[in-house]
């Protein structure tokens, strides 16, 4: 039971697939979930310490699904991380009530499910809580209204979190990715996406998924064990651009 264990959602593939195996190097057991059956399994395939789990989080009964297996598994849960979201963009105008309930069902419901469903485990062990936001959830953009607001939720729910359960030792954060380099991200941005945000990002560059999987174990670490109820963007300092046009740089 020294072993720590990381419930790690969204965890098939990109920023959640990279966590898992940071984790791992760093000696922890983890509870891999996502609702991608087959991908899943690819990802988990030749990982030692780990358990797939093929569930959806927007549902309240696969959710207590999700808790009960991975501590029927590995005892108790350290640290869950909130990882797995939908992105479906598109006008407001075009945002029927599908669309906007399809982004609000993964991406803060099931935040709040996970949370919920989880905390018993964690006040037994005084863990943590990594939350996923993004950077749109802090600044507005077009073709975002379901995207955004649901993000701009998360960052809500995370310190609503902390400053509940600060009182059982249960510690909550939010990463608010910038824009990272996925497979998924450079199928669909095309090479004009690519240079504006090059343009509109200090450091001139997207994200890694390993820069963000780092941000996220130190989170759920005892190396931020007085860190609680704070919003970390992981942006290359995308968020502190503001509306400052590229073109007036020296």
Same mark, same amino acid.
């Given at each position: 039971? *020294?072993?720590?264990?990381?419930? #790690?959602?969204?965890?098939?593939?990109?920023?959640?697939?990279?966590?898992? %195996?940071?984790?791992?190097?760093?000696?922890?057991?983890?509870?891999?979930?996502?609702?991608? @059956?087959?991908?899943?399994?690819?990802?988990?395939?030749?990982?030692? @310490?780990?358990?797939?789990?093929?569930?959806?989080?927007?549902?309240?009964?696969?959710?207590?699904?999700?808790?009960?297996?991975?501590?029927?598994?590995?005892? %108790?849960?350290?640290?869950?991380?909130?990882?797995?979201?939908?992105?479906?963009?598109?006008?407001?105008?075009?945002?029927?009530?599908?669309?906007?309930?399809?982004?609000?069902? *993964?991406?803060?419901?099931?935040?709040?499910?996970?949370?919920?469903?989880?905390?018993?485990? +964690?006040?037994?062990?005084?863990?943590?809580? #990594?939350?996923?936001?993004?950077?749109?959830? +802090?600044?507005?953009?077009?073709?975002?209204?379901?995207?955004?607001?649901?993000?701009?939720?998360?960052?809500?729910?995370?310190?609503?979190?902390?400053?509940?359960?600060?009182?059982?030792?249960?510690?909550?954060?939010?990463?608010?990715?910038?824009?990272?380099?996925?497979? +998924?991200?450079?199928? #669909? $941005?095309?090479?004009?996406?690519?240079?504006?945000? @090059?343009?509109?990002?200090?450091?001139?560059?997207?994200?890694?998924?390993?820069?963000?999987?780092?941000?996220? $174990?130190?989170?759920?670490?005892?190396?931020?064990?007085?860190?609680?109820?704070?919003?970390?963007?992981?942006?290359?300092?995308?968020?502190?651009?503001? #509306?400052?046009?590229?073109?007036?740089?020296?």
């Amino acid at each position: 039971m *020294t072993k720590k264990i990381a419930l #790690v959602t969204g965890a098939a593939r990109g920023i959640g697939l990279a966590t898992t %195996k940071l984790f791992l190097e760093d000696g922890w057991s983890v509870a891999m979930v996502d609702w991608d @059956h087959d991908e899943l399994q690819r990802a988990s395939d030749g990982l030692e @310490h780990v358990i797939a789990i093929s569930k959806d989080v927007s549902k309240p009964e696969q959710v207590d699904a999700i808790i009960a297996e991975t501590l029927e598994q590995f005892g %108790k849960i350290d640290a869950l991380v909130n990882n797995a979201g939908v992105a479906d963009f598109g006008p407001i105008e075009d945002t029927d009530f599908g669309r906007w309930r399809r982004v609000m069902e *993964t991406n803060l419901d099931g935040v709040f499910l996970m949370t919920q469903a989880a905390i018993p485990a +964690l006040k037994e062990t005084s863990g943590s809580i #990594v939350n996923i936001a993004s950077i749109s959830g +802090l600044r507005a953009s077009t073709l975002r209204v379901a995207y955004g607001t649901s993000k701009a939720a998360v960052i809500q729910l995370t310190k609503q979190q902390a400053a509940e359960l600060g009182e059982y030792g249960i510690r909550a954060n939010c990463i608010c990715p910038g824009p990272v380099r996925t497979k +998924l991200a450079m199928a #669909v $941005h095309s090479q004009d996406i690519i240079d504006a945000y @090059h343009d509109a990002i200090p450091l001139n560059r997207y994200g890694s998924e390993i820069e963000i999987a780092n941000a996220i $174990h130190f989170l759920a670490s005892n190396k931020a064990s007085y860190v609680t109820g704070q919003v970390l963007a992981v942006d290359g300092g995308f968020d502190s651009t503001g #509306v400052g046009l590229p073109a007036l740089r020296s």
